[in-house]
């Protein structure tokens, strides 16, 4: 399974994504699970009542959004808000598959790709890993405060149970303007291999390349 992990936050936007989080009333994550997640899922969630995005919600948006690797990796179209999960000791999610679409009226998206942005420093809490089902076995991800994976909102996955401490996340959805995930792999390698054909690569290479990338990505995107 193809997925990518990648620092979005530096430590002093980690700091004040915490504070604002400290600051806010979280409610039981049931309230937002559909079907048999609301079956498994036992976490708490920032309470939302005015639907209005705060600066922590602009901060993670305008870093997917501009971050280069999941620019190339996920071809957002349209990314939700964050959601902010609190696991507290006892507490976890069980295995699930995320929604094919998300939100009401025109704020409604399929949503192609899953994000979660680690918020707590690994070491202050036990177990909570996102563990991802994979054809290879499952594949545990306990990553570094500011740091994000992006993975097929296709995937089957859980969070561990936490057995000491806190552990805050954001997590989301993406809606990408290349709806295959296989088109979306091979546009991803062919545009590693075009940024090392430029700086490495005969002039003739790297054109060819960026001739193929260029038109793949044309027959790709649906925009």
Known sequence: MNFQVVRILEPEEVLGAQASLARQTFVDGKLTALGLARQVKNNLQASRADGEPDPVDQLILAALSHNPVIQSFAYPKRITPPLYNRYESGMEYGAHVDSPIMGTGANQLRTDLSWTIFLSDPASYDGGELILETAFGEEEIKL??????????TTV???????RGVRLAAVGWMQSAVADDRLRAILFDLNKAVKQAEENGPHDSALLLNKSYSNLLRYALQL
């Not at 570094?144 to 909102?153: M, N």
């Not at 996955?157 to 057995?163: C, D, E, I, L, N």
């Open 144 to 153: 570094d405060a500011g740091e994000a994976i992006v993975y097929p909102s």
């Open 157 to 163: 996955h859980r969070v561990a149970p936490v057995t």
